[in-house]
Structures are given as C-alpha cells and as structure tokens.
C-alpha cells in the first residue's frame, strides 16, 4: 500500500502562500506574519496624560517548504505548532528570559521556531535528521530570514533513533539550557525515540528546561468506539514511565495555560498544548 501523502491544515486557515519563484522545484515559499513588539518597551502617557500605546511592529517570516510530503518527510511542511511555539518564544524573549540562554531545537524542520529564538537568545542549534534535503532548506530558510537572527547560529544532525552522540554535537547538549520542540508527535515510533532523547538531553549536565507544543491528532477508533488521539496518549505515557527513571537529575513536569499572547497570524485551537519539563540534578 502506498504511503500516505499529508498536507498541514494551516491553508485551511489562512492563504500565506507567496507568488515568489522557489530556489528548488516543487516547493512553495510562504510568509508568516507576525506581530513584534520592542523588548523591555514601557508605558508613556502623552500630554493629555492619555495612555500612550507603542505598537508592535508588523513582521513576516519567509519559508521555503514542501506544500505536501509523505508522513516521514513532514518536517518539510510548517505546522500550527510552530506558531504557538513562536509566540511563547516571543513571550519569553520579551521578559529577558532568552538573553542569556542556549537554545536547541529538536526536530526543527524549515527552521521557522528557531529564527524566532535567535532574535532573542545567545545561541541557537537547530537540529533534525538529515533526510529530504533538510539541512539546506533550514540554511536556505536562514537567508531569507537573517535579519532576525541576532544569536550566534548552528544546524547540526540529530536522529531521534541515535543517541550515540558526536562530540560536536555532546558538546552543544551540554551547553544548551533550554530545549524547544514542536510537532514531533505524529508517530508511535518516533514518539518512542522522541522521549528516550530528551530523556538524555535533560539528564545530560542540568538544570534544563523543555518546552514541547503538541497538537492532539484525533481519529475514530472501533476498538474505544470514540474518537481518540492515540500518538499524544502514547507521548504521555513514555512520559510517565521516564520521569521516575533519572539518576542524575529529578524531574518537574506541567502543562502550561495557553494565555499569553498571540503574535503569529493562526488559529489556537484547543487541541495545541504546551508543555514545560525541568530536569534538576540530584
């Protein structure tokens, strides 16, 4: 049986498709626009001591990508994760809660939520597997989308399903304070392979924190005669099982409310969840 073609719902929800010719045949480049306030802006009153309200700058995000792909070539397409992600990223950033900090992705796809890192953090890696030309498109990605990116900036390898590190990238682990993630659940086995590397990660030299946006995929089941979303169960479920597991590290796990706010031009529907996994050394 042929492997099913899959194409993200965002154009259900909004038409960012662009009429500029790619640099590879076959794909599609998109913008995104988003809203950018200043970092550290304050309140001002004006002379009749009304509040003075500085508007955020209006900003896109250009991506090249795929517009459809079989299921092990969906990082070629940018999902409704990403934005969330983005936003919260936005959220942090504006607080000063980046500055200082490392950031790696896992599973980074066209790169979108690790250009939003790098306008505030010190460093980003931008990770994924090196499969479907990846690597080329985040650094192709990268060029239409310099002017934000005021980190320093790496794209490294990494495979869910190999966690025998290199030392450059052991050694970009070690370093990174804050792991970020989004849409990497969409498959029992990759999500096995997800939580036994984060796993690693969090316990490789902490403190570490992990952010993770999920969206609950649901499909109707004969066997639960309901409609379920079995990858997210089975993500918490390996979750529950590895949180106990540490030996050099304990773990803090919650579910954070979606009420910051929203930067990306999307639709934050409620099947998007965000979730924050602190790892401490013992």
């Given at each position: 049986m042929p492997e099913l073609t899959v194409t993200s719902e965002i154009y259900d929800e909004y038409d960012y498709r662009t009429k500029i010719t790619p640099s590879n045949e076959g794909n599609v480049i998109s913008e995104f626009p988003f809203l950018l306030p200043k970092s550290g802006s304050s309140a001002r009153f004006d002379e009749d001591d009304d509040l003075d309200v500085e508007r955020p700058q209006k900003e896109v995000i250009r991506i090249e990508h795929s517009a459809k792909t079989k299921i092990a070539l969906v990082g070629l397409q940018v999902w409704r994760g990403a934005f969330l992600l983005g936003d919260w990223l936005i959220h942090l950033g504006l607080k000063g809660e980046l500055a200082t900090q490392n950031v790696l992705e896992l599973g980074a796809g066209t790169g979108l939520t690790s250009f939003v890192a790098a306008l505030y953090a010190k460093k980003v890696v931008c990770t994924d597997i090196?499969?479907?030309?990846?690597?080329?498109?985040?650094?192709?990605n990268a060029k239409y989308n310099k002017k934000f990116i005021k980190s320093q900036f790496k794209v490294l390898p990494l495979d869910f399903t190999d966690t025998a590190w290199g030392r450059p990238l052991l050694d970009e682990i070690k370093q990174a304070n804050i792991i970020i993630a989004a849409d990497v659940i969409y498959d029992d086995d990759v999500t096995a392979a997800f939580v036994s590397t984060i796993q690693k990660i969090l316990n490789t030299q902490p403190p570490k924190t992990l952010y993770i946006v999920l969206e609950k995929r649901y499909v109707f089941t004969i066997?639960?005669?309901?409609?379920?979303a079995p990858c997210y169960e089975t993500f918490l479920t390996l979750l529950d099982k590895v949180k106990t597991e540490n030996q050099h590290s304990t773990w803090e796990i919650e579910q954070l409310p979606l009420d910051f706010p929203k930067y990306f031009t999307y639709d934050r529907v409620k099947d998007l969840v965000l979730w924050k996994i602190t790892s401490k050394p013992i």
């Open positions: 090196d499969l479907g030309g990846i690597f080329e498109l985040i650094k192709l066997e639960h005669l309901d409609s379920v």
